[in-house]
């Protein structure tokens, strides 16, 4: 089944102490970005890559750290996690194809809560 | 600056009744636009991409690019309708999805 595999589900953590999030995708897709959805601020870009070690910074990446060693596989690491970084993390992955973007595909998500 | 405005924040309508949700983007080149759906405590989903002129789920979206407009809209809403609903746009040749706020779409019984 094509899929975008994020872990963990849950975690709970506390502040300062360093924490790797794993996404791993099944479809060969070039592009893969990760997402934080908060309430009242809607979905927001944190990093994205374009192909194996090609990355770039969304919108609010600080705090964040990512890398694109293998194509399937795109890691976000937060060094030293802060309670503002509390939040619902979504990792997606899309290719352009036929001449049009094909749209991500989400993660299932990751619940994150620094303490 | 490119930007999706999704006006209302929720939107309520009882089951049979036909339904729009509204998106708003501005952007000067050839957008891509998508409606993505979230059922509660689930991924988002692609529900509909305007590029392919599709129907999902009795969903339907036209793209106006006069008003910059590209509302979903169904004509008898079911309850499993209910859930978040986002308008996103990618820029042409570009791989970053700008999302609007979201609506969420209650049907009630």
């Known amino acids: 089944e094509a899929q975008v595999t994020q872990n963990p589900r849950y975690l709970i953590t506390v502040t300062g102490k360093k924490l790797t999030v794993t996404c791993s995708q099944n479809?060969?897709?070039?592009?893969m970005s990760w997402y934080r959805q908060d309430p009242g601020l809607g979905l927001r870009q944190i990093y994205y890559?374009?192909?194996?070690?090609v990355t770039d910074k969304g919108d609010v990446p600080e705090g964040y750290k990512v890398s694109r060693k293998e194509k399937r596989n795109f890691p976000l690491i937060l060094e030293s996690p802060s309670p503002n970084q509390t939040s619902l993390y979504f990792c997606?992955?899309?290719?352009w194809g036929e001449g049009y973007f094909y749209g991500y595909t989400f993660g299932s998500g990751t619940r994150l809560t620094v303490v | 600056a490119q930007r999706v405005t999704q006006p209302e924040k929720l939107l309520s309508v009882f089951k049979g009744a036909p339904v729009e949700l509204k998106c708003n983007y501005s952007?000067?080149?050839?957008?891509?636009l998508f409606w993505y759906v979230q059922y509660s405590r689930q991924r988002l989903q692609l529900l509909l991409r305007?590029?392919s002129r599709e129907s999902i789920k009795g969903f339907t979206a036209d793209l106006n690019k006069g008003e910059t407009s590209f509302h979903l809209k169904k004509p008898f809403a079911q309850e499993e309708d209910s859930a978040m609903y986002y308008c996103?746009?990618?820029?042409?040749?570009?791989?970053?999805?700008?999302f609007g706020s979201g609506t969420r779409l209650l049907v009630r019984p």
């Open positions: 996103a746009l990618i820029m042409d040749s570009s791989y970053k999805l700008i």
């Open positions: 997606a992955s899309s290719r």
């Open positions: 890559s374009m192909n194996v070690e």
């Open positions: 952007y000067s080149g050839s957008p891509e």
């Open positions: 305007h590029i």
């Open positions: 479809m060969n897709h070039e592009y």
